[in-house]
């Protein structure tokens, strides 16, 4: 192994012993299954957080490019 610069020492170390914590995943059906309404809130809070930017993008399209001629 190299000779590493002791500062460089002192920044390798902590990352030589770093535990990384085991992820919990299981195979079992949920203890408390999500309803009808909760998945429909989901996906309508997911489908807006994507398609209202991109809505306004595209509705002032026609802004950006005039704004952006030098």
């Not at 002791?6 to 770093?18: D, G, I, R, S, W």
């Not at 989901?42 to 704004?67: C, D, N, R």
């Amino acid at each position: 192994m190299p000779r590493l610069p002791p500062v460089l020492q002192l920044l390798q170390a902590p990352v030589k012993y770093t535990v990384v914590p085991k992820a919990l995943i299981s195979a079992k059906p949920a203890q408390t299954p999500t309803s009808a309404m909760e998945q429909v809130v989901g996906i309508v809070v997911i489908f807006t957080g994507f398609m209202v930017p991109a809505g306004w993008v595209l509705s002032h399209l026609e802004s950006y490019k005039k704004s952006s001629t030098a």
